[in-house]
């Protein structure tokens, strides 16, 4: 089956520690994305990464980085620098723009929620 | 710039009763709208899009929506409530491809339905 995993499903990260969260989408998607969700503010945009070896800032990067190696997997480590880690973390991927019926379309992952000790 | 509002944090219906879930965006040229849910610790689901075709726009699970240029609105309907409908949703508006905005959504801060018995 197609999808977007992310894994793990909740993960603890302990004071001054740098944590990494998976994703893996086998779409064929060219475009990934990683958004931060907090309660009632809707979700927030990280990083985003349109080709590989390529990724652009978000509207809250601070404290986070990315890698895109591989067209397949876009990992998120958030560092200790990232001093209210708290929160549920969203991957995201979207095919070519000229892609018909579904170029605008970005498809989500199940999540990863992460709690600091 | 877009934006997205959602008047309403939190809605509550009586199962068979009609669903509105309202959302107004800005955007500076012709947009994409999207709404998508959310169950509890789940990732977002796309229910339906508009993307300048049709106006009212039919999705899953029986919503639809309606873009309405002159008043910059994208409601979220379904004319009979059933008690699965409970979750999160989230309006969400993107520019159409081109320069560097490649599928940047941006979101409301979503609307809690509860579904009465």
């Known amino acids: 089956d197609g999808g977007i995993t992310q894994s793990p499903k909740y993960l603890f990260r302990k004071e001054g520690q740098n944590v990494t969260l998976s994703c893996e989408q086998n779409?064929?998607?060219?475009?990934m994305y990683w958004y931060r969700q907090d309660p009632g503010q809707g979700l927030r945009l990280i990083y985003y990464?349109?080709?590989?070896?390529?990724?652009q800032k978000g509207d809250i990067a601070e404290g986070y980085s990315v890698s895109r190696e591989k067209k397949e997997s876009f990992p998120l480590t958030v560092t200790s620098a990232q001093k209210n880690p708290t929160a549920f973390y969203l991957c995201?991927?979207?095919?070519?723009?000229?892609?018909?019926?579904?170029?605008?379309?970005?498809?989500f992952g199940p999540g990863t929620r992460l709690l600091v000790l | 710039a877009q934006s997205v509002t959602q008047l309403g944090s939190h809605v509550s219906v009586s199962e068979g009763a009609l669903v509105l879930l309202r959302c107004n965006y800005s955007?500076?040229?012709?947009?994409?709208l999207f709404w998508y849910v959310q169950y509890p610790n789940q990732g977002l689901q796309l229910l339906l899009k508009?993307?300048?075709?049709?106006?009212l726009v039919k999705g899953i699970n029986g919503f639809e929506a309606e873009f309405k240029k002159s008043e910059t609105s994208f409601h979220l309907t379904k004319p009979s409530a059933h008690m699965s409908d409970a979750a999160e949703y989230f309006c969400?508006?993107?520019?159409?491809?081109?320069?560097?905005?490649?599928?940047?959504?941006?979101f409301g801060q979503g609307t809690i339905l509860t579904v009465h018995p």
């Open positions: 995201a991927s979207r095919p070519a723009p000229e892609t018909r019926p579904s170029g605008e379309t970005q498809y």
């Open positions: 779409l064929n998607h060219d475009a």
């Open positions: 990464s349109q080709i590989v070896n390529d990724f």
């Open positions: 955007s500076s040229v012709p947009p994409y």
């Open positions: 508009y993307t300048s075709a049709a106006t």
């Open positions: 969400a508006v993107s520019e159409k491809s081109g320069g560097t905005s490649y599928g940047k959504l941006t």
